[in-house]
């Protein structure tokens, strides 16, 4: 069974830190670019951050870059997004997804994680 788990959401104060995981089971990981989204509330989901399943190349969504940073273990079939420096609209319910090796779209998601930033 295909599935991504995520884990390590919670309330944090703004300027604080939270690294979420996600575990990936009953897929080819290590050939699979993987992202983290999020949806805050009344809005789209948006891209946050991704990485590439061989070279592990990253890249990120403006309004993050420079305070988040993505992470893969192959080994464990993994994926972490650290979070630091974390802001009020950084609030949102994130999620963890896969990319399809054919299409290149994201097409296998986490049940999402809640990350709450208090002003």
């Known amino acids: 069974q295909v599935q991504l788990v995520e884990s390590g959401g919670g309330l944090v104060q703004a300027g604080g830190a939270l690294r979420l995981s996600c575990a990936a089971s009953?897929?080819?990981?290590?050939?699979?670019?993987m992202g983290w989204f999020r949806q805050a509330l009344g809005k789209e989901r948006e891209f946050v951050a991704g990485i590439t399943g061989s070279s592990g190349s990253t890249r990120y969504a403006a309004s993050v870059k420079g305070r988040f940073t993505i992470s893969r273990d192959n080994a464990k079939n993994t994926v972490a997004l650290q979070m630091n420096s974390l802001k009020p609209e950084d609030t949102a319910v994130y999620y963890c997804?896969?990319?399809?090796?054919?299409?290149?779209?994201?097409?296998?998601w986490g049940q999402g994680t809640q990350v709450t930033v208090s002003s």
């Open positions: 997804a896969a990319q399809s090796l054919v299409s290149g779209n994201y097409n296998i």
């Open positions: 009953g897929l080819t990981f290590s050939r699979r670019a």
